[in-house]
C-alpha cells in the first residue's frame, strides 16, 4: 500500500488565486514528519514546509501553509496569491521514525499549472 | 554559498557501459541520498549514507553502486545491471539521518539527466 497519496495529476488555478494541493498519508507510527517540495522544470527539488505528527499548529511559510487533519491522516498544502513562478511540481513526503530508516518516503506529486 | 552540486547535467551511456554520478556537498550534513525519478513518479531511493564509510541499501539498488569515502562526497554507479538506467537522478543531503524531531529537510541538488543510447 502507497504511504503517501497526492490524487491530483494536475491543477489549475487562475493567478492571485488560492490553490490546494492534497496529501494523505498512511502509517501507525505515532511519531512522524511530513514535508512538502516544490520541483520546477529546472528538475531541483525545494523544500516548502514541514509538519511534525505533535505540532499543535497548522504550520505556515510565507504563502505556503499545510492543513494538518492528523484524524484524516491528510496534509494538504494551500498556496495563498498563486503566482506564475508557482507553476511546478508539487511532492508530498512523509519521514516515520518507527524502524529507524528516517528515509522519507514520497508521493507521486501533482502538476501545477498558473494561468494568468 | 553552501549547498550540493552534480555533475553532469547530462550524460548519455551506451549500453552496456558503467558511469558514475557525481555528487558533492558543502552543507557539512552527515546523511547523503541517491534517487530516482522517471516521468509521472516520485522519488524512489537508491542508496542511502548516513555516515562516512557507511550506506544502506534503498528501495531500488539493483545495478548501482556507492561508496562513502568522503562525508562531502557520495558518488553513484550506474552499472551495466541496471536494465532501465534511463531517468533523472537526484542526490540530497541533510543533517543527520536519524534526527528525530524537527525538520530534518532534505536539501537536493540539481540532478542529472541519464539518457541510454
Known amino acids: 500500500a502507497q504511504k503517501i497519496t497526492q490524487t491530483q495529476p494536475g491543477m489549475f488555478v487562475q493567478e492571485k488565486e488560492a490553490v490546494t494541493l492534497d496529501c494523505t498519508y498512511d502509517t501507525s507510527d505515532p511519531s512522524y514528519g511530513l514535508f512538502w517540495y516544490k520541483q520546477p522544470s529546472s528538475g531541483e527539488m525545494i523544500f516548502l514546509i514541514y509538519?511534525?505528527?505533535?505540532?499543535?499548529q497548522n504550520a505556515t511559510e510565507g504563502r505556503y501553509s499545510l492543513n494538518f487533519q492528523k484524524a484524516r491522516k491528510s496534509a494538504n498544502l494551500v498556496i495563498s496569491a498563486s503566482q506564475l513562478g508557482d507553476s511546478a511540481m508539487y511532492f508530498c513526503a512523509m519521514r516515520e521514525t518507527a524502524g529507524g530508516s528516517y528515509i522519507p518516503t514520497f508521493g507521486r506529486g501533482t502538476s501545477l499549472i498558473v494561468h494568468p | 554559498d553552501g549547498g550540493i552540486t552534480q555533475s553532469p547535467k547530462y550524460l548519455f551511456r551506451k549500453e552496456g557501459q558503467n558511469v558514475t554520478l557525481s555528487c558533492e556537498q558543502n552543507l557539512n550534513h552527515d546523511a547523503m541520498y541517491w534517487y530516482r525519478q522517471d516521468p509521472g513518479q516520485g522519488l524512489r531511493l537508491i542508496y542511502y549514507?548516513?555516515?562516512?564509510?557507511?550506506?544502506q541499501k534503498g528501495d531500488i539498488a539493483e545495478g548501482y553502486s556507492v561508496s562513502r569515502e568522503k562525508k562531502e562526497s557520495f558518488p553513484l554507479t550506474v552499472t551495466s545491471a541496471q536494465k532501465n538506467p534511463t531517468a533523472f537522478y537526484l542526490c540530497a543531503s541533510s543533517i543527520q539521518g536519524r534526527l528525530a524531531g524537527g525538520h530534518n529537510e532534505q536539501f537536493f541538488g540539481p540532478g542529472t539527466r541519464l539518457t541510454v543510447l
Open positions: 549514507s548516513q555516515i562516512v564509510n557507511d550506506f
Open positions: 509538519q511534525g505528527s505533535y505540532d499543535q
